[in-house]
Nanobody
Framework: EVQLVESGGGLVQAGGSLRLSCAVS????????IGWFRQAPGKEREGVSC????????YYRDSVKGRFTISSDNAKNTVYLQMNSLKPEDTAVYYC??????????????????WGQGTQVTVSS
């Protein structure tokens, strides 16, 4: 059974940092792309960043490039999203996702197969 459990959300002032963690179980990193999606109130869900361990690629949406970094620790079965220089527009529920694919950009543009429960990130101005 695929399980994704997020942690690390919270309240931070603009310009601050947070690190989200996603503990995964039930599958091998090499077989799946792991991604972070977010959804703000009244807005559509969007892919933020995705990582493919099998092909060694990452994807970031333009609005987070240079501020967010996705990484994985295969030994700990955990994927991280380091978020720096946070802005109020980054406020959203962030979801960890997994999809049986090899291509990070493809997964971030679509609807992954598996989703975590989400963690709230709130950035105050």
């Amino acid at each position: 059974e695929v399980q994704l459990v997020e942690s690390g959300g919270g309240l931070v002032q603009a310009g601050g940092s947070l690190r989200l963690s996603c503990a995964v179980s039930g599958f091998s990193f090499d077989d799946y792309v792991i991604g972070w999606f977010r959804q703000a109130p009244g807005k559509e869900r969007e892919g933020v960043s995705c990582i493919s361990s099998s092909v060694g690629s990452t994807y970031y949406r333009d609005s987070v490039k240079g501020r967010f970094t996705i990484s994985s620790d295969n030994a700990k079965n955990t994927v991280y999203l380091q978020m720096n220089s946070l802005k109020p527009e980054d406020t959203a529920v962030y979801y960890c996702t997994a999809d049986r694919s090899r291509y990070s950009e493809y997964v971030c543009a679509g609807t992954p197969d598996y989703w975590g429960q989400g963690t709230q990130v709130t950035v105050s101005s």
